[in-house]
């Protein structure tokens, strides 16, 4: 998922703080996280923090009945990996040149627009008024 915005939101009354990562094809994954006194959460931290979280959800070895198909509890491997993190293990750690050119390949090919230069366009219509204050001194 390629993330195209973030969005924090502090729920005072709650005592939860919630952020949104927003995926180019419109997913949202949110992160609620409570508010303690003594935690430091705050709305420049919070993206970091829900990040983190995230991390340790994705690596963590979560018992999955649903996903038994090959033996293990877990739905992955048998040392704990699940099969989205064997899935998203970059091409750099198993030296395999080819695959790192294609993702090189297609990263250009996703961000070409953005490097495109930029042209600026301004759109004013001209009203005719003028400030009353300026008008008799002309």
Same mark, same amino acid.
């Given at each position: 998922?390629?993330?195209?915005?973030?969005?924090?939101?502090?729920?005072?009354?709650?005592?939860?703080?919630?952020?949104?990562? +927003?995926?180019?094809?419109? @997913?949202?994954?949110?992160?609620?996280?409570?508010?303690?006194?003594? @935690?430091?959460?705050?709305?420049?931290?919070?993206?970091?923090?829900?990040?983190?979280?995230?991390?340790?959800?994705?690596?963590?070895?979560?018992?999955?009945?649903?996903? +038994?198909? @090959?033996?293990?509890?877990?739905?992955?491997?048998? @040392?704990?990996?699940?099969?989205?993190?064997?899935?998203?293990?970059?091409?750099?750690?198993?030296?395999?040149?080819?695959?790192?050119?294609?993702?090189?390949?297609?990263?250009?090919?996703?961000?070409?627009?953005?490097?495109?230069?930029?042209?600026?366009? +301004?759109?004013?219509?001209?009203?005719?008024?003028?400030?009353?204050?300026?008008?008799?001194?002309?």
């Amino acid at each position: 998922m390629e993330v195209i915005g973030t969005q924090v939101h502090p729920q005072a009354s709650s005592g939860f703080m919630t952020v949104e990562f +927003v995926g180019e094809d419109g @997913d949202v994954i949110s992160v609620q996280m409570h508010r303690g006194e003594n @935690d430091g959460l705050n709305r420049l931290n919070a993206i970091e923090k829900a990040k983190a979280m995230m991390l340790k959800v994705a690596n963590s070895k979560q018992p999955d009945k649903d996903a +038994v198909e @090959d033996g293990t509890e877990h739905g992955g491997t048998a @040392d704990g990996e699940s099969p989205a993190v064997i899935s998203l293990r970059s091409a750099r750690a198993a030296h395999d040149t080819g695959t790192l050119e294609e993702q090189l390949d297609e990263g250009l090919e996703s961000s070409f627009p953005a490097s495109d230069p930029v042209s600026v366009t +301004v759109s004013t219509i001209p009203s005719g008024r003028m400030d009353p204050k300026k008008a008799g001194k002309q």
